[in-house]
């Protein structure tokens, strides 16, 4: 994250996302695949790094092997042809864009962080601090409901950021700064569309 100026004058933290150029692999159609959608590549990984099936994928779309691939549906029939590239200029200063990432692990934690629970009483000799307390009921019903608040494994998981604007556009070195946070941790691979629940520009 950094933070930039706005045309009022005003602080805004921002995060730059590195988001292109991505290439098209692939145009699926509905006549062809049943639904349409375009498969898009990011990064670039050695051929001697891939599968043979993914190999032969590239082989057949005549590509450049990508580090990852992501699958966007479209409205209509795709107007993207194979090996075009998806830069940043596709984005619009003050769009409302979704990133989707996946948050930080952070291993088995207990109530107090991992549901914002309150603890019991700091004074001494109270032997009841930071564990969440009665968890089961009696012999009726005898086990304790799913979805019950406990200690576990935290983070790690799929998130999305909805509704971030685009505060600047770096064409040149495709890179998109968005107002606020991201999921994830650094250089982590995400996922930017546009806003499903829309603000408009």
């Known amino acids: 994250m950094t933070q930039v100026f706005d045309k009022e004058n005003r602080l805004v933290p921002v995060t730059a996302i590195e988001v292109g150029p991505c290439q098209v692999v692939q145009v699926k159609t509905a006549e062809t695949d049943g639904y349409n959608a375009i498969q898009i590549g990011f990064g670039k990984k050695k051929a001697s790094r891939l599968t043979q099936p993914m190999e032969g994928h590239y082989k057949k779309h005549n590509v450049e092997a990508s580090q990852t691939l992501a699958e966007v549906r479209t409205d209509g029939a795709p107007t993207q042809k194979t090996g075009e ?105 995400v996922f930017v569309r546009d806003a499903k629940k829309g603000k408009g520009v």
């Open 85 to 189: 590239l998806l830069k940043a200029d596709i984005f619009a200063e003050g769009q409302f864009v979704d990133v989707i990432g996946v948050s930080k692990g952070r291993g088995f934690q207990g109530v107090m962080k991992r549901h914002n629970f309150g603890g019991g009483p700091a004074a001494h000799g109270s032997m009841f601090h930071r564990r969440g307390g009665s968890f089961g009921m009696r012999q009726t019903p005898g086990h304790i409901f799913k979805g019950r608040k406990m200690p576990g494994h935290m983070g790690d998981i799929r998130r999305t950021q909805q509704n971030l604007q685009v505060v600047k556009v770096l064409a040149d070195k495709n890179i998109l700064l968005v107002k606020g946070s991201i999921p994830g941790a650094d250089n982590c691979l």
